[in-house]
Nanobody, 124 residues
């Protein structure tokens, strides 16, 4: 299984961009999809995640870091095993390498996969 991330680049402050992440390979069950980011000298931090519900009448659980609430949106395209991070009202402090992440239910148990990272630079 591989995660292939795309998108990013240089964006002006106040602008928008979208990151994409595609799961490729033998995928059994997706338990969680997420986006993290990291700046030099700091730990990788969670930006947004979708925890898949195990029950039909219970919605998936979506979580955002406080710093991006109202500006970023995580979404998925289940048919194509893809998830996205739509980023709006970007700020210089959003500059980071963004990593997509997926937790899959594989035999014999859950396993986490990471994409290669894509740089987003927000210019002021």
């Amino acid at each position: 299984v591989q995660l292939q991330a795309s998108g990013g680049g240089v964006v002006q402050a106040g602008g928008s961009t979208r990151l994409s992440c595609t799961l490729v390979g033998n995928i059994f069950t997706v338990m969680q999809m997420a986006w993290y980011r990291q700046v030099p000298g700091k730990q990788r931090e969670l930006v947004a995640s979708i925890r898949k519900s195990e029950t039909l009448n219970i919605p998936d659980y979506v979580e955002y870091d406080d710093s991006v609430k109202g500006r970023f949106t995580i979404s998925e395209d289940e048919a194509n095993n893809r998830h996205y991070l739509q980023m709006t009202d970007l700020r210089p402090e959003d500059t980071a390498v963004y990593y997509c992440n997926a937790e899959l239910l594989l035999p014999p148990g859950p396993k986490t996969f990471w994409g290669q990272g894509t740089l987003v630079t927000v210019s002021s």
